[in-house]
Nanobody
Framework: VQLVESGGGSVPPGGSLRLSCAAS????????MAWFRQTPGKEREAVATLSHWGDIHYSDSVKGRFALSRDNDNNTLYLQMNNLKSEDTAMYYC???????????????????WGQGTQVTVSS
């Protein structure tokens, strides 16, 4: 299983970015997938998750500003991030799990496949 993130960068507050996660190496359709983020010295925190059944959950800190979507034809997960704030600055990771089906699943330990991360910096 391979997850490759892209789309990070540096934007001013109020700006937007769209992250992509290209998934390959598995035939199982609709695995449980998620976006996490991490800053130095802090634990990895969930940003948004997508269940096997298509249910999406967002952390309270990004609700209303971020939108998760999936392109099944291209096995790609997206995270549209709008109205970015300085506190959104972090390394963003894509994650996948094949033994989960429903629920928020905000615990990083529940995921066994991770990408290498893409850096998002929000600064004026």
């Amino acid at each position: 299983v391979q997850l490759v993130e892209s789309g990070g960068g540096s934007v001013p507050p109020g700006g937007s970015l769209r992250l992509s996660c290209a998934a390959s190496g598995f035939t199982y359709s609709n695995p449980f997938m998620a976006w996490f983020r991490q800053t130095p010295g802090k634990e990895r925190e969930a940003v948004a998750t997508l269940s096997h059944w298509g249910d999406i959950h967002y952390s309270d800190s990004v609700k209303g500003r971020f939108a998760l979507s999936r392109d099944n034809d291209n096995n790609t997960l997206y995270l549209q991030m709008n109205n970015l704030k300085s506190e959104d600055t972090a390394m963003y990771y894509c994650a996948a799990a094949f033994a989960l089906y429903e629920g928020k699943r905000f615990e990083a330990s529940e995921y066994n496949h991770w990408g290498q991360g893409t850096q998002v910096t929000v600064s004026s």
